[in-house]
């Protein structure tokens, strides 16, 4: 098979879901707004069952979910009715997912389902199923096409029924006013949870290179090389009247021949650019990247009380 067919019938696999993730937002009606008001006003858990390939959707949209302030629970439909009903509270709401929502599995637990719980929302492409006749509420994910040449595998369906997923999050997110530090409560590892929580003061060099406005050259020097960031700071009275870098003894040995004399003050780089400890460190990543500068001194109170590294922040995954 030549690259170009295979490309032809990649893009056209995009086309054919696409075309029906169209044709679902424009059915959306008030049964999705019904159904996220009822797991908004819930007071227990949203509870996602599934089977098969919507089993493996459910936990991607209880993931979500949990990750964004919606208490949620998968609860796999052929165990439900071996035990595993045991997790439902009659104040829970069940969403069940099926596109033909007429499996075995998803015909005999339904109406226990409804049962068990305050609410029952299903998710399925029929709506003369068992599943939809059982449900409290029924949200449609019916399409026209798998996009599987064999009109089997299930591929539009199930893109389908995620992207409903991704959409009933979003506006429970925006109806709990779920912001950016509400989000990092629930990622507090990784990258992601460093850069929404991590704070300067974890970042700070052990070292504290700093040296008088009198210091001479060798002074600076033997600072700076101390350091391991290339950059000293200038002192006087424990305020902070200036920087020197690896880059201005570099420009200043170019430009004088006798150096004997210089000292920190003649050289340093005044009002440097500052961060306080407490502030987030992909704030300081910010000032690093709009400066185009490699370290950023830091202060308590106003007060010099280290440096911070750009490539200690990109090591630890702070962009």
Same mark, same amino acid.
């Given at each position: ?76 439909? &052929? #165990? ?12 829970? @709401?069940?969403?069940? $997912? /099926?596109? *033909? ?103 700070? &060099? #052990? ?12 002074? @600076?020097?033997?600072? $700076? /090389?101390? *350091? ?92």
């Amino acid at each position: 098979m030549e690259s170009t067919h295979i490309l032809e019938i990649a893009k056209n696999t995009f086309s054919i879901e696409i075309q029906e993730l169209e044709k679902t937002k424009n059915n959306l009606d008030l049964s999705f707004v019904n159904a996220v008001e009822k797991i908004f006003h819930t007071q227990g858990k949203l509870v996602v069952v599934g089977i098969g390939k919507s089993a493996h959707i459910a936990n991607k949209i209880v993931a979500t979910l949990n990750s964004t302030g919606t208490p949620s629970q998968f609860l796999h439909a &052929s #165990e439900a009715i071996h035990g595993d009903l045991g997790l439902l509270a009659k104040e829970d @709401v069940v969403l069940c $997912i /099926s596109n *033909s929502g007429n499996s075995p599995e998803i015909a005999t637990v339904a109406p226990i389902l409804k049962n068990y719980a305050s609410c029952l929302i299903g998710m399925t492409g029929n709506p003369k199923s068992k599943l939809a006749e059982a449900s409290d509420i029924v949200i449609s994910s019916a399409i026209s096409q798998e996009a599987c040449p064999n009109q089997l595998a299930p591929t539009s369906s199930t893109t389908v029924q995620i992207a409903l997923g991704d959409a009933i999050a979003v506006c429970l997110m925006e109806l709990r006013n779920f912001k950016p530090e509400n989000f990092a409560k629930f990622h507090p590892g990784g990258s992601l949870g460093k850069n929404l929580t991590a704070r300067v003061q974890q970042f700070i &060099s #052990e070292l504290k290179p700093e040296v008088s406005k009198e210091a001479n050259i060798r002074e @600076v020097i033997i600072s $700076i /090389s101390a *350091s391991k960031h290339g950059i000293t700071v200038v002192t006087e009275d424990k305020n902070i009247i200036g920087v020197i870098t690896d880059g201005d003894l570099r420009r200043m040995l170019m430009n004088r021949e006798d150096v004997s004399k210089v000292t920190a003050q003649e050289i340093m780089s005044s009002h440097p650019k500052s961060i306080e400890k407490t502030a987030l460190a992909k704030e300081a990543m910010q000032i690093l990247k709009n400066n185009n500068i490699g370290q950023l001194v830091v202060t308590e109170n106003g007060k010099y009380i280290g440096i911070i590294d750009l490539h200690t922040l990109l090591d630890e995954g702070i962009i």
